[in-house]
């Protein structure tokens, strides 16, 4: 069974972190431009970061750009997201998912294809 499976996710104090990971069951990660989306409560999706299949190219929101970090693993699995200075307004469900154009400059072109579950992070004191 094909799966994206998000993990990491958690309670953090404003100015905190957290690393989420993304790892598929059933495939590798490694032919596969990732990305990161969250939802808050009331709000719509919204991308977060992407990385392309070798890892050259590499995009953030601007909300999150300079505290979040996207990288992949060593192996053909996971893709992490490392999440600093985390913000109340971070609070969050977290998915990755397979994104069909690569990983464009423009966030309107993140075109995501299959999904995880989600893992939930809230940011707060």
């Known amino acids: 069974q094909l799966q994206l499976v998000e993990s990491g996710g958690g309670l953090a104090q404003p100015g905190g972190s957290l690393r989420l990971s993304c790892a598929a069951s059933g495939f590798t990660l490694d032919r596969y431009s990732i990305g990161w989306f969250r939802q808050a409560p009331g709000k719509e999706r919204e991308g977060v970061s992407c990385i392309s299949s070798s890892g050259g190219s590499i995009n953030y929101a601007d909300s999150v750009k300079g505290r979040f970090t996207i990288s992949r693993g060593n192996d053909k699995n996971p893709v992490f997201l490392q999440m600093n200075r985390l913000k109340p307004e971070d609070t969050a469900i977290y998915y990755c998912?397979?994104?069909?154009?690569?990983?464009?400059?423009?966030?309107?072109?993140?075109?995501?294809?299959?999904w995880g579950q989600g893992t939930q992070v809230t940011v707060s004191s």
């Open positions: 998912a397979t994104l069909e154009l690569g990983c464009p400059h423009r966030r309107d072109l993140w075109k995501p294809d299959f």
